[in-house]
Structure formats: C-alpha cells, structure tokens
C-alpha cells in the first residue's frame, strides 16, 4: 500500500492508503522531497477551489519506479529505473484555443483542459495518486520531465518549481519600454520573494530592496543574500514610501514585484513605482478580496502592471540552468529550513512556527 496526505475538505488533512498501481501508461515515480508552496496554503485554507478529495503537491523530485511506455525526458533521453526527475506541474492540452494560437510562452499555462498535479485530479480520479505530498506519483503522458544533475542535492532541485515562478521578470525585462532597470523592489520575503531577487541580480539589476513585516525573514536575508537591501515593513504611509524613493534615486523603483498575495500589495506597488515603471504581480493566485486602487495613478504614472499566472512547462529547464549556474554562488539549499515527515503533514498547519512565518520552504519527506 502507498501513504498520501489527502485533503478531505479545507483545513482537514488525513493519512490515507492507495493500492499499487499496477496497469497505467505512464511512469511511477517515487517522491523524494515535495514542496509546500503557498498556494497549498490557500488550497488547505479554502481559498482557492480544487476538486476534494486530493493529494496537493505540485513542487517534486522523485526516482522513476516503474516506466512503462518507454516515456523520455524532454531531451529525449529515456527514463530509466532508478533516474532522479522533476516535472513540471502543468500538462497543457495542446488542442484549445489557448495552446494553438496566444504567442509563447503564454499559451500553455492559460489552457483550458490543462492538468495540474497537486491541484486539479482528485483522489476519486482511476489515478489518486497525482499530487507529490504522497510515497509515489503516477505521470502520465504529456508530462514536461527533467533529469536531474548528480551534483545538485534533493534540496535544490525541489526548488525548481518555485524559480520557475518567478518567470514574469525575465518577461518583464525583454519587453520594450521598461528600461533602465537599475532598481527592484519585492514586497514579500517568502520563497518567491527571495528567488525573485536572486533572479533580479543574475539579469544585471544592481539595487534591490526587499520588504516583508516578519522579522525572521528579514533576518535570513541578511545572512542568505548579499548585496540586498532587506527592510523591514513600515506601517505609517508617506514614511513608507519616502523611504523607498530615497533607496531608489529619488525617483521610485523601476521595477515593483508583488509577491505577499495580499490584495493590498498593489496599492504599495503602485506607490513605490517611478513613473513608467513596471509591477510584476504574481502574488495574487488566491482570492482574498479586493482593493481599492485610483486609476489616476496608473495614468499618471504611465505604469506597466504585468500579472503572471503560472509559467509554460519549458520555463522548468530555464530555471534548472540557473540551479546549475548559480548553486556555488547561492546556497538554494539553506532556503529549506524546515523538512516535515509525511504522516506528521495533517499536524503542521497548527504549527506556531507556520502561523508565525519563521520559515522560508518547508518540505514534505515520505
């Protein structure tokens, strides 16, 4: 029999057993490490629908187990037992509207009948076993499969997803009209946020400054990434945004990244941005309410909002590069700082650590 973790309803969390699969087209991989993402938060929590029951965990490294189409990496090289893998969360159909004709890398993450693992095929699907908070996983076909390097640790590689969704800079600075970009501002130093400004300082943005109101997270930046101006959250308005325009040149931040979530989040963006700046929203994945914003600021600004929803499977190689490029210079690794047995999963949401955020990515180790 296989353990998972399955999510019953929001906020209720049980072990449950699953029978071997023995008939599929596919590959049977067993899990390594499964990373907790924030959006599993919002998925416990009840803030974002998905079909119950199901196993969550779209961020995984695993060893194929069993391959039995003959099924291959998106290098082509075949799978064979044994093979350490990452996969990318999404499988687009590559049939509707949405795959055939918006120009990449937009398209595939837009789908309209795109599979996620972790997030849409429910434990009363014949494959329960699609989510990585469990001993194994079953891919099916159409999966974007990597294999991955020897010589970086499960703690790395797990990492991978979360890189991956911090694409829309990369987007952002390809794009006319946003130059220069000397300054960034993050709000938020969860996983993304910190991610977001490694990224920010590999493609050449030479002044970051990164906000967030938890002080263990201000702290682990110090220690974690150089060069990076960490700040703790300012609650009075204009001693908050002066601040900002003073790091910035006194002109404001070229670039604003909201990674908190909160619907807030926006309103500072738009305050913290210099005129014909750009706001790279991704933080918003879940509804948690509205915000009131003045369109005339936007206007007079001449801003750019860029919101990303997802990323295309193929942005799971560019971020595995970086890995590979940047692992010597970036301890990736230490962003784990807490790794959680499966079967203690349905205990962890209570955890006074978790309520207080003093942690960067926890992981879930079958």
């Known amino acids: 029999m296989i353990k998972a973790a399955v999510l019953v309803k929001p906020k209720k969390l049980i072990i449950q057993e699953f029978p071997e699969i023995e008939k599929f087209n596919g590959i049977i991989c067993k899990i390594s490490l499964s990373g907790i993402c924030g959006t599993d938060f919002h998925i416990y929590n009840g803030n974002l629908k998905v079909p119950y029951p199901i196993i969550l965990g779209h961020e995984n490294v695993g060893i194929v187990e069993k391959n039995n189409t003959n099924m291959r990496d998106s290098d082509g090289n075949f799978l064979g037992i044994g093979q350490r ?34 997030m849409s095929i429910s434990t009363d699907n014949a494959f329960p076993l699609s989510g990585g908070w469990s001993e194994k996983i079953f891919l099916r076909q159409g999966s974007y499969i990597l294999s991955a390097p020897d010589y970086l640790s499960d703690e790395e590689i797990v990492l991978v997803d979360s890189i991956a969704s911090t694409w829309n800079i990369d987007r952002i600075l390809n794009l006319p009209y946003v130059k220069p970009t000397e300054n960034a501002v993050i709000l938020g130093a969860g996983t993304i946020g910190i991610l977001s400004a490694i990224r920010c300082k590999i493609r050449g ?62 309103n500072e963006a738009i305050h913290f941005c210099r005129k014909g700046g750009t706001i790279s929203e991704i933080g918003a994945f879940a509804d948690l309410g509205f915000v009131s914003i003045k369109p005339v600021e936007l206007v007079h600004k001449d801003l750019f909002i ?13 971020s ?14 230490k962003l784990v700082t807490h790794t959680i047995k499966l079967e203690n999963l349905p205990k962890l949401f209570n955890k006074r650590f978790v309520k207080e955020k003093k942690y960067i990515k926890i992981v879930v180790k079958p």
Request: glycine share 6%.
């Open 85 to 118: 893998v990452i996969f990318g969360a999404d499988i687009p159909c590559g049939k509707c509207w949405y795959c055939k004709h918006l120009e990449y890398p937009r398209g595939k993450q837009l789908c309209d009948r795109c599979i996620t693992y972790g």
């Open 205 to 266: 943005i030479k002044n970051i400054i990164i906000i967030d109101k938890h002080k263990y997270r201000i702290n682990f930046i110090r220690k974690f990434i150089k060069d990076v101006i960490p700040m703790r959250y300012i609650k009075n308005e204009k001693e908050k945004i002066n601040k900002i325009i003073e790091l910035t040149n006194d002109r404001g931040a070229d670039i604003v990244i909201d990674a908190t979530g909160k619907p807030s989040a926006l």
């Open 306 to 318: 860029i919101s990303q929803y997802g990323y295309p499977p193929e942005e799971y190689k560019i």
């Open 320 to 333: 595995l590069e970086i890995l590979k490029n940047y692992h010597q210079e970036y301890h990736f690794e």
